[in-house]
C-alpha cells in the first residue's frame, strides 16, 4: 500500500549488514554534516549548480528510518563519495514528513530516496533504498563522465480523464479479481515481503464483508488477527510493517498514519463485526498516542523513530519491558506540530470515540482541532503544513483537517465542524484543482517543479467531499468528487496500482450508492435522544450519514428528508430511497442496526 494521505512507508534495499553507529536528528538539511554541505530543497540549489557547472543530488529521507540512519553513517562517510559530492554536487537534503509535495513526488522509490539531477533540474536518475557506498560512489562518477538520464527515469505516464469519469465495470472486475487473487490465505495480508495492516484493505474487506461476502470477512478477520504482533505490547502503538513475509519481524517506527488510521479500521472492525475484542487494538493505539505523541499543548507529534541508536537493530531493545527500555532510553519523537498528523489523529479519535463512548477521547480530538484552528489556519479556510512552512500550501493539510472537521460533526452532530470541513473543500476546489485531479501542492511562482496528483490523497479527497455533499447538499462538493474520480479512473493510473485497488474501489463503491442515512429526531439535552444518538454511533457502518435534528436548531443543512416533529425521541434508519418507522428505544434501534444488508429496510 502506498500511503497520508499519505504513501508513507518506503520499500527499503537492504544489501548487506552493517555495523551499529550514531546519527543526529535531522530536520530539512543538516549543514556541513559528514563532510557534505547538505542544502534544503530550493530553487537557489539549481542556480548555484549552474553557476558552479554542478550537478545536484537529492537525498530524501524520513526521521524515524532505519536505513536512512545507516546510510548516512556507512555511505555519506566513505571518504570517495564524499569526495565525489563535494567537487562535483550541490546537496539537497529533504526530511519527507516536511515536505509532502517532495514527498509524493518521490514516494516510490522508499525512504531513502536518492535523485540526481542536472542543473536544469532534468532527473538523470532515481534509486530507492539504501545505497552502499561502492554502488553509490560509481553513479556518482557516472553521472559526472555522461549526464544523461539513465534507464530508472522514464517518461511520466500521460494522463487522460476517465471517459465516463469513473470506473467502468471491466476495470472493476479486473481490480476486484486481482485484490482477491493477490491476498495471503496462509499468513493474511497482502505482499510476500512486507507485512502491514493496510486500512484501505481492510476497510473494503470488512465492509464488502458486512454486506454479505464471506471471503472478504474471513480476509478482514484473518489479516486483523494476524497483524496483531504489529501493536507494541509494552507501550502501546502500531510498528509500521514487518519483513521476513510474516507478523514477527517488525521494523519498529510509528508514525502517524499507521496510528490514526488502524486505530480507525480497529474501531470499524469491533462495528461491523459485532466484536468488541477489536476495541483493545484500538485502545492500545490511542494510550501511546497520548502518552508518547501528544504535545502539551494537546497537538500531536508526528512519529517515533524505529531506533534507539541510529542504524542500530532494536528488536532486543523492544523486547524489553517499560522500565528496560526506560533505563536504555528513549527512541527520539519527532516534535514537529503539523496539520496534516493531527487531521489524521483527530479523524482517528473520533472513529474510536464513536465505537468505544470513552468522553476524553473525545475531549482530545477537539482540543487538538482547536489548536490547529489556532495555530495552523490559513485564511480561506485552509491549513499550512508546520510553523512555517518552505513551500505549499500542502493539499495533504487541509484535506486532513476538513476530514477530521467532518468526522467531528458525525460525532457531535455540533454544526460548527461542518461548516469547518465545507471551507475546508471550498479551499481545496481554489486552490488544487488541476486539469484531472487535485494537485499535492500550489505550484511555486517560476519553479521547475509542478506538483501533480497523487492517488492515495485523490482517493481520500473523493470520499471526503462525496461524503460532504450529503451532509451539505452542495453540488460543488459532489463536482470535486467527481473531477478526482475522473483521476483515479485513468487508465494510466488504474494500471499502476497492481493489487493496491482496495482504496480507489472504496471510492468507487461510494460514488456510484447512497450512504446509509441514520438520523435522530429530538432535543439534545434529552437523554432518550442522547441514547439514541450513541447507539446510532455504535451501530453505523463507517461513511454512514450520521446526523441529529434538533428542532430547535432549525433544518438539517441537506434538507432532503421531511423528518417529523414527535413528542418522543426517535431514530430513523434510512437507505435505498426509503426509511424505517420511528425507533423509539435503543433495543429496537439496535435490532434494526444489527440486520446486514439493507438496514433501511
Known amino acids: 500500500m502506498k500511503t497520508v494521505l499519505f504513501r508513507v512507508f518506503g520499500l527499503l534495499m537492504i544489501f548487506f549488514e552493517v555495523a551499529p553507529l550514531n546519527v543526529g536528528a535531522v530536520d530539512e538539511a543538516k549543514g556541513d554534516a559528514n563532510g557534505i554541505d547538505w542544502q534544503p530543497w530550493s530553487e537557489a540549489a539549481f542556480v548555484r549548480a549552474k553557476t558552479e557547472k554542478k550537478l545536484v543530488l537529492l537525498d530524501v529521507e524520513a526521521v524515524w528510518c532505519h536505513w536512512c540512519h545507516v546510510m548516512d553513517e556507512i555511505t555519506y562517510r566513505d571518504p570517495v563519495v564524499v569526495k565525489l559530492i563535494r567537487e562535483q554536487y550541490i546537496a539537497v537534503r529533504v526530511d519527507q514528513d516536511a515536505r509532502p509535495d517532495i514527498s509524493n ?22 534509486r530507492q533504498g539504501y545505497l552502499p557506498p561502492k554502488p553509490m560512489a560509481g553513479m556518482l562518477q557516472a553521472f559526472v563522465d555522461d549526464p544523461t538520464p539513465g534507464p530508472s527515469v522514464q517518461p511520466e505516464p500521460v494522463l487522460a480523464p476517465a471517459p465516463a469519469g469513473g470506473l467502468v465495470d471491466e476495470q472493476r472486475v479486473a481490480m476486484r479479481t486481482a485484490f482477491v487473487d493477490a491476498y495471503d490465505s496462509q499468513r493474511g495480508g ?3 515481503v512486507h507485512k502491514y495492516l493496510n486500512w484501505d484493505a481492510l476497510e473494503y474487506c470488512l465492509t464488502e464483508g458486512a454486506k454479505g461476502d464471506a471471503r472478504m470477512e474471513a480476509m478482514a478477520a484473518q489479516t486483523l488477527s494476524a497483524g496483531l504482533p504489529l501493536i507494541d505490547p509494552v507501550w502501546g502503538g502500531v510498528y509500521q510493517y514487518s519483513t521476513d513475509g510474516d507478523w514477527v519481524h517488525p521494523h519498529f517506527e510509528k508514525i502517524m498514519p499507521f496510528q490514526a488510521e488502524n486505530m480507525r479500521i480497529f474501531a470499524a472492525a469491533a462495528t461491523l463485526r459485532h466484536e468488541p475484542k477489536w476495541l483493545e487494538p484500538a485502545r492500545k493505539i490511542h494510550g501511546y498516542l497520548r502518552d508518547f505523541l501528544t504535545a502539551p499543548e494537546g497537538a500531536f507529534y ?28 528513549v527512541p527520539r519523537v519527532d516534535r514537529h506540530l503539523y496539520a496534516r498528523e493531527n487531521g489524521l489523529a483527530i479523524t482517528g479519535l473520533a472513529s474510536l470515540y464513536a465505537a468505544d463512548g470513552d468522553a476524553t477521547v473525545l475531549t482530545e480530538a ?38 477530521a472537521f467532518l468526522a467531528l460533526y458525525v460525532v457531535t452532530a455540533e454544526r460548527p465542524w461542518l461548516a469547518r470541513a465545507e471551507a475546508a473543500a471550498q479551499f481545496i476546489d481554489t486552490k488544487f484543482r488541476a486539469p484531472i485531479g487535485f494537485a499535492t501542492a500550489v505550484a511555486a511562482p517560476g519553479s521547475a517543479f509542478v506538483p501533480g496528483p497523487e492517488v492515495d490523497e485523490n482517493i481520500a479527497l473523493t470520499r471526503f467531499t462525496n461524503l460532504l455533499g450529503q451532509y451539505s447538499g452542495r453540488e460543488t462538493d459532489r463536482k470535486m468528487a467527481e473531477h478526482a474520480m475522473q483521476y483515479l479512473a485513468s487508465p494510466s493510473v488504474v494500471a499502476q496500482q497492481g493489487y493496491g485497488t482496495s482504496g480507489l474501489l472504496l471510492a468507487d463503491r461510494e460514488m456510484r450508492s447512497d450512504p446509509a442515512h441514520l438520523t435522530v429526531v429530538g432535543r439534545k439535552d434529552d437523554p432518550a435522544a442522547q441514547a439514541l444518538f450513541t447507539a446510532v454511533l455504535r451501530g453505523a457502518p463507517p461513511s454512514s450519514r450520521i446526523e441529529w435534528l434538533d428542532m430547535r436548531d432549525g433544518p438539517l443543512p441537506c434538507n432532503d428528508v421531511p423528518f417529523p416533529d414527535l413528542p418522543q425521541a426517535a431514530a430513523f434508519v434510512c437507505a435505498n ?11 429496537k434501534l439496535v435490532a434494526r442496526l444489527g440486520r446486514r444488508p439493507g438496514i433501511g429496510k
Open 190 to 192: 497482502w505482499g510476500d
Open 366 to 403: 477537539r482540543r487538538a482541532a482547536e489548536w490547529v484552528l489556532a495555530h495552523r489556519a490559513l485564511e480561506g479556510g485552509g491549513f499550512r503544513h508546520g510553523e512555517q512552512d518552505a513551500a505549499g500550501p500542502y493539499l495533504a493539510d487541509t484535506l486532513a483537517m476538513g476530514r
Open 105 to 126: 513526488r518521490y514516494e516510490d522509490y522508499g525512504w531513502p530516496a536518492t535523485v540526481v539531477f542536472d542543473a536544469n533540474a532534468r532527473e538523470l536518475a532515481k
Open 577 to 587: 430511497g426509503s426509511c424505517s418507522l420511528p425507533l423509539t428505544s435503543v433495543e
Open 302 to 329: 508526528v512519529s517515533q523513530d524505529a531506533d534507539l541508536v541510529d542504524g542500530e537493530h532494536s528488536a532486543e531493545y523492544f523486547a524489553l519491558d517499560d522500565a528496560g527500555r526506560r533505563a536504555r532510553g
